[in-house]
């Protein structure tokens, strides 16, 4: 994977976001979609082998910023992301993330890539596979509400894992609901585009919420879910940001990633501590029951995990491999002689001038 610069220093593969485009548009997103899904299945059913932490978060005003660690002892992966609502009224993404694959042996970084794409990509991918979980099995409409950067991933990975055959969106700005119908057109869904949460819900059995501001919203009112639903709720993801009133999680199986940082993050920060939940990998693995009756309501907690960036991680290391979907970065200084890093500074340095000169 990393060939020597002239210097003898090891170069690191890149995936920018022109090659992550690429790569995704060669491989045709329902195939890389039902791909991820399984690389993340894989990881969430070996649970135990990684090392686990809520996110580390710096809060600001107008958003976070995260740093998104963990480790199966091989690798570690870890992911930088931000989530800033206020953005939008200055023209810049809610999202951006990019993230390091390591070899836990030697420490050496082994892959950097752009994980802004990559985060719709095993956002949608999750959602998908918790859906396919826990969502009513002839679940065939879609309610999305909030029609941002994630929106088009979201309702293609439902169509592609859950055999979702109409969306219905809605977002306060129809702008943003025009975009994603103009952007879904060819896909084969059909697509209504609502004036209200109430239209959107309209005989959906999966309702997905995905909106991005900062405060305790109530996207989604209670008189509004009907029973037998899933809903899988993925903008609440930060403390003092939620999307769904009180009353739909006393009336729902509540389904979590990693309870400790969805307790300080998902939905059910709204909840007393003790409130129940069930994390999904024992859900995967037979431990737990998912959906048992039609009228139960399963709401999917999501705040994204660490887990979830390392398998998407692992799943483009294993893609890229032999393709040109990716740059070499000069990212590791590594001098022959390990010890002469001054050395090699001064030699990389005069090599460069004397190349100038010439
Ligand atoms: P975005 O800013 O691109 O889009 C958000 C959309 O929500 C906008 O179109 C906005 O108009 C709409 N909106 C805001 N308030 C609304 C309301 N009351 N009703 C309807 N629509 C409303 O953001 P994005 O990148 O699509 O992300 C959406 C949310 O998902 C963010 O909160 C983000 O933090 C979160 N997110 C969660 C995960 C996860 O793993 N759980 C991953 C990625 C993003």
Not at 181 to 206: D, H
Request: some cysteine.
């Amino acid at each position: 994977m990393q060939k020597p610069v002239p210097s003898g220093r090891a170069l690191v593969p890149f995936v920018s976001v022109e090659n992550m485009a690429r790569l995704i548009t060669s491989i045709g997103l329902p195939r890389l979609l039902t791909e991820l899904v399984d690389y993340i299945e894989q990881d969430f059913l070996r649970w135990q082998s990684f090392e686990k932490s809520p996110r580390l978060a710096s809060h600001s005003e107008g958003g976070v910023i995260e740093l998104m660690p963990t480790s199966d002892h091989v690798n570690y992966v870890f992911k930088y992301v931000n989530g800033h609502p206020v953005n939008l009224q200055r023209n810049l993404q809610t999202v951006v993330a990019f993230g390091v694959l390591s070899d836990v042996e030697t420490g050496y970084p082994l892959l950097l890539t752009e994980m802004t794409l990559l985060t719709a990509l095993r956002t949608a991918a999750t959602s998908a596979m918790v859906a396919r979980l826990l969502a009513p099995k002839d679940a065939r409409v879609l309610a999305l509400i909030g029609n941002g950067a994630q929106a088009e991933f979201q309702a293609i990975a439902m169509q592609t894992i859950c055999g979702i055959e109409e969306v219905r969106l809605y977002d306060i700005d129809p702008a943003a609901t025009a975009k994603t119908a103009r952007n879904l057109a060819q896909t084969g869904l059909r697509i209504a585009e609502c004036k209200s949460v109430e239209e959107a819900v309209l005989g959906a059995q999966i309702i997905t919420t995905c909106t991005a501001d900062k405060q305790n919203a109530t996207i989604l009112t209670d008189n509004l879910v009907g029973d037998g639903v899933h809903i899988n709720a993925i903008g609440g993801d930060c403390p003092g940001k939620t999307e769904l009133a009180a009353a739909i999680l006393n009336r729902s199986d509540v389904f979590v990633e990693f309870p400790p940082q969805t307790r300080i993050e998902g939905e059910i920060q709204q909840m007393p501590e003790d409130f129940p939940v069930t994390e999904l990998w024992q859900v995967l693995n037979g431990e737990r029951p998912g959906r048992v009756s039609d009228r139960q309501i399963t709401l999917f907690d999501s705040v994204g995990f660490a887990i979830e960036d390392f398998s998407a991680v692992r799943y483009i290391r294993d893609k890229i491999r032999d393709t040109d979907f990716k740059e070499d970065l000069d990212l590791l200084a590594d001098p022959d002689d390990t010890r002469d890093l001054y050395g090699m500074m001064g030699r990389i340095a005069g090599a460069r001038d004397e190349g100038a000169a010439r």
